[in-house]
T-cell receptor, first 111, second 117 residues
Framework: LAKTTQPISMDSYEGQEVNITCSHNNIATNDYITWYQQFPSQGPRFIIQGYKTKVTNEVASLFIPADRKSSTLSLPRVSLSDTAVYYC????????????FGKGTKLSVKP | GAVVSQHPSWVICKSGTSVKIECRSLDFQATTMFWYRQFPKQSLMLMATSNEGSKATYEQGVEKDKFLINHASLTLSTLTVTSAHPEDSSFYICSCYGAGGFYNEQFFGPGTRLTVL
């Protein structure tokens, strides 16, 4: 599994756009980039997944450059309820693989 | 997304006793379930992978005789912490694979907080 590196923590204010970047230099051809969100004392929740370029859903956008060695999770207009830990994972496509969680990024949204 | 439940949501027990945690997939059949453990301010650590009808596969360093996993049906997996000790106090989370539209998408339960006195 490709190793990922992301900032330990980030601070933001309500209404701002937050971008969390994840590095995955040894990503393989069949790997997908996936982000999960975890609130305290809860299980993680799938946010978004992508392979290349840009993916957008009702919650976030995921930007992936052509070399795919990094990706950026973008949260538009965050609110206090977006305070959570965000995990970036690189997964081999098509297999029932295990999820190996890194340390994640603790996002703190302030009023 | 699919719904996964865990029971109990929290449990306090005395040292030396055994505790059983249930994980259920409520609206889909999960051929594979995973069990994770999370200590305070740390990330999730995979403990074992459980496939319906077969023995669980444990990660290195996880004692299979201490953490008994049973996956008897496509909707239920149980984790039994045997002879629990204070160092087993942790947040235990299960996840189910098999219903999402994304690669390796797993649906997580709400977790079980275990405190061993």
């Amino acid at each position: 599994l490709a190793k990922t590196t992301q900032p330990i923590s980030m601070d933001s204010y309500e209404g701002q756009e937050v971008n969390i970047t994840c590095s995955h230099n040894n990503i393989a051809t069949n790997d997908y980039i996936t982000w999960y969100q975890q609130f305290p004392s809860q299980g993680p929740r799938f946010i978004i997944q992508g392979y290349k370029t840009k993916v957008t859903n009702e919650v976030a956008s995921l930007f992936i450059p052509a070399d795919r060695k990094s990706s950026t999770l973008s949260l538009p207009r965050v609110s206090l309820s977006d305070t959570a830990v965000y995990y970036c994972l690189v997964l081999y496509g098509g297999s029932q693989g295990n999820l190996i969680f890194g340390k994640g990024t603790k996002l703190s949204v302030k009023p | 997304g699919a719904v996964v439940s865990q029971h109990p949501s929290w449990v306090i027990c005395k040292s030396g006793t055994s505790v059983k945690i249930e994980c259920r997939s409520l609206d889909f059949q999960a051929t594979t379930m995973f069990w994770y453990r999370q200590f305070p301010k740390q990330s999730l650590m995979l403990m074992a992978t459980s496939n319906e009808g077969s023995k669980a596969t444990y990660e290195q360093g996880v004692e299979k005789d201490k953490f008994l996993i049973n996956h008897a049906s496509l909707t239920l997996s149980t984790l039994t912490v045997t002879s629990a000790h204070p160092e087993d106090s942790s947040f235990y989370i299960c996840s189910c694979y098999g219903a999402g539209g994304f690669y390796n998408e797993q649906f997580f339960g709400p977790g079980t907080r275990l405190t061993v006195l």
